[in-house]
């Protein structure tokens, strides 16, 4: 900003000059012409009417001539500086374009790279439980199959789309929480609003669904029994509204969120307390979790 107004201020200065110039001249032309009229009728006393018309003429000509091509000059030169100016400006913004071309396609590759880092390490997750493991090694590595699969599915859609810095929120959301809810007997219903929000915040709200919907299929239905887990995502003014249910058994007795010492529930917590946000935990019927995140808000495509 501080250059462009330096430019700007040396660019008025150039086409001000011969303004200025030509200014000065005619002043000085004016003043001489009066000079000139007073003097002449001492100068040239025996000058009939015309031969004196026609010196004043001449003279008035010549300082004429004299400021025209004073002036010329000036602006022939200001253009001259315009001219190579201009030339400086378009090759520097040349330059920065290649530059910012050359950096996006690095950052699609970055994206690229990252997504199949991910991707490969879920797999390598996913590979390790084909083995006979106990129970609760078998759980721990699907969870964290999950955690890496959220993070890889958000890069999967920046690469997808080209973006920057934003994603779609609410189709990735939508999306994490039907990998995980994909189990005979429960049905996934999602009411998400479309709308982009910035790519750090939506990482975190995806490993939040994440730890949701694990939590869900994992304690609110047990074997043989069916039901339904509802996600609703909502932009609100300036920030969002995050709603996560299930009809499933309920919260087991004496469960309280703020002082669970469970991962599942102190990863829930940390995830929400990273955006800022406020919880609610309605026990009954099954489980409902309200969040309400201030600074997460839709930004402009």
């Known amino acids: 900003m501080g250059r462009e ?91 920065a374009k290649r530059a910012y071309e050359e950096k996006a396609v690095l950052l699609k590759e970055l994206q690229h790279r990252a997504k199949n880092s991910f991707a490969m390490i879920a797999s390598l997750f996913s590979l390790a439980r084909a083995d006979e493991l106990s129970p609760s090694c078998d759980k721990l590595l699907g969870e964290t199959e999950a955690r890496v699969r959220a993070i890889a599915d958000l890069y999967d859609l920046l690469y997808a789309t080209g973006s920057v810095r934003q994603v779609e929120l609410g189709a990735y959301l939508a999306k994490i929480a039907a990998a995980i809810v994909d189990r005979p007997g429960i049905e996934l219903r999602t009411d998400v609003e479309p709308g982009a929000a910035a790519a750090d915040q939506a990482v975190v709200l995806g490993l939040l669904v994440t730890e949701l919907s694990t939590n869900a299929v994992k304690h609110a239905f047990p074997p043989g029994r069916v039901g339904s887990v509802s996600l609703v995502a909502r932009f609100e003014g300036q920030g969002l509204r995050l709603e996560f249910s299930d009809d499933g058994v309920g919260a087991p007795p004496g469960l ?46």
């Open 5 to 95: 107004r330096s430019t700007r201020g040396a660019r008025g200065r150039r086409l001000g000059a011969p303004v200025a110039a030509t200014a000065a001249i005619a002043a000085g032309t004016a003043i001489l012409m009066l000079g000139y009229e007073v003097a002449k009728e001492f100068l040239f006393p025996n000058f009939t009417k015309w031969e004196s018309h026609f010196v004043t003429i001449a003279f008035a000509g010549l300082c004429a001539g004299l400021a025209g091509y004073l002036v010329s000059r000036r602006l022939h030169r200001a253009n001259a500086e315009l001219w190579v100016e201009n030339a400086v400006r378009v090759e520097a913004e040349a330059e």
């Open 256 to 301: 309280e969120a703020e002082s669970s010492g469970s991962l599942g529930l102190s990863l829930v917590r940390a995830l929400a307390k990273q955006l800022h946000g406020a919880w609610e935990l309605e026990p009954s019927p099954g489980m409902a979790w309200r969040f309400r995140f201030p600074r997460v808000g839709r930004l402009a495509g």
